[in-house]
């Protein structure tokens, strides 16, 4: 338990989706059309809602302290005023509220949309404190669930899937958030805002992939961070490290599975062509975990002998869930992550028994909503069980929350800008699900030049989940989303500090997919201009 409460903690980053861009973009003159004054305005119900209750507060600011299992806290937040919209869909029982904050002065006319963490479907308050401290009026909804890793909502009284609030948490709320926040904005301010974001990590890149799948012309920018699209699919994918360690019998240390990621780190550091601690492009790591059977490690005093167990359980891992026949159905772990984090389990007991400690998001949508069985016991799950389950979430949820559409044709022709970064070393959203869904995008609509005209992606080494906002090294992706649709400068790179094996802080300029960064042969490793970007080694 101790280990799971310690990955959850970890996890701020982690499910994150505390996303806090800083957008350093010049203010717009944004004068209000009428004086500003913190009252309840009249709000229209978004299409298949109804108003239950509209609140105004003046908040003096301050200091924000997040909500939940995620905390944090953002100081010098300006006084704001916060307007809550309670809807409900009627016969659905439901009540979302969403939070629009907005600062009392020194509005820069922009509107920033934000996603949620897991299952919090939207801002604990630091995003939304962020926002406002940089000038935006800002909008979050909670969808009527709970917190990020509160899943008391899935079921109801009969034991099914309570489907008005999974449509809630899907899609539809974060929709009616940006109806309704935009409506709030021209009340309070007498004008709409002259450019609308969206941002959001993890469930927010989510979100904001959905929005520009569904909804085109909510927002003109969306910042979509380590998303967890193809939902039905990796959820299920996470608890393969599980799956493969009770079948297999073989539960290797946290240590021992450090030992295997230093290797392969060490191994495979230079295909960008010079040791600097970062792995460049890790889908091209091809280390054989074989190769440390009989290492012997130091793990908390004792002295362990890496065996051929131990590799073979890590080549799953890494490898990612297949049929019983072989074929593929899902990545793996990112060579480079943090394998800890989905294959927890306790110490060893008196009598050597050791027991599965998965992590609670895929767990819970395994057992809630795909087995709708809270007392499911994951540890009994066989190779075959598993292929079913994940073929189940599949067929029942794909079109619910798959949010995978490669479709975005609507988004292009709106005008709308997407951004997304996502780690190389992402141990909870494999990383090669992002690029894959890009590839169908152009695939879609016509190449990468077409795409690159509306849609960038860009993949940080060495970068846990949601690491670029603060965890584990940094990046302005607003900034760049900014200058990109106010000012037509689309980012070829984006700048971002990253944390290499030795810990240390080193400057890189992401290169937009599908190009990979390069030494150029001379230079600091540890500063950016060292580095050019160039198509990938077929290789």
Known sequence: MRRLLTVIAAGVPLAAAVCLPTASAETQDASAATPFACSAPSVKAPAGTEVESVTAVSQEGGTINGTGVLGGSVSGVPAFCEVTVTLTHPGAGDHAKVRTWLPADGWNGRFQGLGGAAYLAGDNGVGLGTAVKNGYAAVSTDAGVGDALDTGWALNSEGQVNTALLMNFASRSQHEAAVVGKEVVDAVYGKRPTYSYFTGCSTGGRQGYMEAQRYPDDYDGILADAPAVHWDEFEVATLWPQVVMSNEKTYPSPCEFTAFTNAAVKACDSLDGVKDGLVNDSSRCDFDPRRLIGTKVVCEGKELTITAADATVVRKIWDGPRTASGKKLWYGVPVGADISALAGHTEPDADGNVTGAPFPVPAAWARLWVAKDPSLDLSKITYAGFTQLFKQSQAEYDKVIG????????????????????????????????????????????????????????????????????????????????????????????????????????????????????????????????FTCVSPSRH
């Open 403 to 530: 949010t995978d559409d490669p479709d975005l044709s609507g988004f292009r022709k709106s005008g709308g800008k997407l951004l997304t970064w996502h780690g190389e070393a992402d141990q909870y959203i494999p990383t090669q699900g992002t690029v894959q869904y890009r590839q169908k995008v152009e695939r879609e609509l016509g190449g990468t030049k077409k795409v690159d005209d509306f849609y960038r992606l860009f993949l940080a080494p060495g970068t846990n989940h949601c690491g670029l906002n603060g965890g584990d090294g940094s990046a302005d992706g607003l900034a760049a989303l900014t200058a990109w649709v106010e000012h037509g400068k689309a980012p070829k790179t984006l700048s971002a500090t990253l944390i290499n094996a030795d810990g240390q802080n080193v400057t890189r300029d992401l290169c937009s997919y599908p190009q990979v960064s390069r030494y150029k042969g001379y230079g600091d490793p540890a500063v950016a201009s060292s």
